[in-house]
């Protein structure tokens, strides 16, 4: 039997998406075709199907896993989903069948991603039932949507967002869509509190067509992601920043005053060359996973000139006498809604956590 021929060729600073290099493998066969494995990003995901995007040809391919993710899937500890292996915004090496298809052989170490606690699973009744959900991987920015009104603003779960963010290496920053509905112009101090901390706040109305330029400029030659509740209008606000996309939008639901689900599964989008926005379905609650209440203040940013004040290295910042950031609050250097966010995560941080 003759064996087929196998050829590598590797340049650095190549045409790969992303900080990997980029490399060819080209497997001659008896019969003389050709498999070709190069690298891809991963696009959408939906069932067993993977969207696998190559730059070097422009194709997007649907490809399915080697049989040896099903080997590692099996010995997966908490086994929450198979696309846990593979998420959106992921670096792959694939294989071509076709124009039109491929299948996932490797996929490259992941600079960072963002997950949440995964929606508690029918008949847990006791602690580690909480599984990760991974939503995606390689970002550069979190944008995060809340609204003024239809849902309410939230300040405590936008701080649960940003605590996502900050523990998961993420640049956050916050889109505060339908301003046209702060008839009162209550939004101005919750916009000054964030910004003095040191995020970025973009207020916007979609519905207006207000405020998007700047996102615009602060979106370029990055990989963000777009998450934020149902109904908070991310689909408006994508559509608004890139009319082409011509995403499918929602209404809220008077009955709960909560957003309909209009997008159904995380998709990658490239609206410019070398800018990737992921758009994500609407979430009813946001848990931030795999942190020690030891850790949390870290995640409040404007507490942590604070936390080498403390007398004690174990302080929790919560009724410690000699504690810095309980100072720092009493003393108006913390505003007085975050350290309540702050306590009021404290208390729920760790339940059903799985490590």
Request: net charge negative.
């Amino acid at each position: 039997m003759v064996e087929g021929f196998l050829f590598s060729e590797r340049w650095d600073g190549a045409r790969g998406i992303g900080d990997y290099p980029f490399s060819i493998y080209i497997y001659i066969s008896v019969s003389q075709s050709l498999e070709l494995a190069i690298t891809g990003l991963v696009l959408r995901i939906e069932s067993k199907h993977f969207y696998v995007y190559d730059d070097l040809d422009n194709k997007i391919r649907i490809c399915s896993l080697r049989g040896k993710f099903k080997k590692d899937f099996a010995l997966k500890r908490d086994k929450l989903s198979v696309t846990d292996l593979v998420v959106v915004g992921d670096k792959v090496r694939y294989t071509i069948i076709d124009e039109k298809s491929g299948v996932i052989e490797d996929v490259f170490p992941r600079r960072n991603f963002l997950s949440r606690k995964a929606t508690r699973m029918r008949g847990s009744t006791h602690r580690g039932e909480r599984l990760e959900q991974i939503i995606a991987a390689n970002l550069d920015c979190l944008f995060i949507v809340t609204s003024v009104d239809q849902p309410n603003f939230n300040n405590k779960t936008l701080d649960r967002f940003l605590v996502t963010a900050e523990s998961a290496h993420i640049q956050p920053a916050i889109i505060l869509n339908k301003m046209d509905l702060d008839l009162d112009d209550i939004m101005g101090e919750w916009i000054e509190l964030y910004r003095e901390i040191g995020y970025d706040v973009f207020p916007v109305s979609a519905i207006e067509q207000e405020g998007f330029e700047e996102i615009a400029d602060y979106a370029r030659n990055k990989k963000s992601i777009v998450w934020g509740h149902s109904g908070v209008g991310k689909s408006s606000v994508l559509n608004a920043l890139y009319p082409s996309l011509l995403l499918k939008t929602g209404d809220i639901s008077y009955a709960t005053n909560k957003g309909t689900h209009t997008t159904v599964t995380v998709t990658l989008y490239m609206p410019e060359p070398d800018t990737f926005l992921i758009d994500t379905p609407g979430i009813r609650e946001i848990e931030p996973y795999g942190i020690r209440k030891e850790d949390l203040a870290h995640y409040f940013k404007e507490f942590v000139p604070y936390l080498n004040e403390c007398r004690f290295s174990t302080c929790t910042h919560e009724h410690e006498p000699g504690c810095g950031v309980l100072a720092a609050a009493e003393a108006g250097h913390i505003s007085g809604e975050r350290f309540d966010s702050y306590l009021r995560m404290l208390q729920t941080i760790e339940d059903d956590i799985n490590f």
